[in-house]
């Protein structure tokens, strides 16, 4: 190995249609979770994410109406 760049070069006219597709996958997913994490760690949000934590516990949102 005689240097990093040509360590990481990439052939990109070799590149099949899954590897662009694993490509473009991956940075998406990428981009997205640096927006979800901008959004759940903005203090703007706080107040409206704490309001809806605990969702996920609340059974009684299940029960029909005839129960209630």
């Known amino acids: 190995m005689s240097s990093l760049a040509e ?3 990439t052939d990109w006219a070799a590149l099949t ?5 694993g490509l473009v996958t991956t940075v998406v997913v990428f981009i997205l979770m ?10 703007a949000n706080r ?4 309001a809806k934590k605990n969702i996920p516990l ?8 005839e129960k209630r």
């Open 58 to 65: 609340d059974e009684s949102r299940f029960e029909s109406e």
């Open 17 to 21: 249609l899954n590897d662009w597709i």
């Open 7 to 9: 360590y990481f070069h």
């Open 47 to 50: 107040e409206y994410l704490e």
């Open 34 to 43: 640096i927006v979800a994490y901008i959004y759940v760690f903005h203090p």
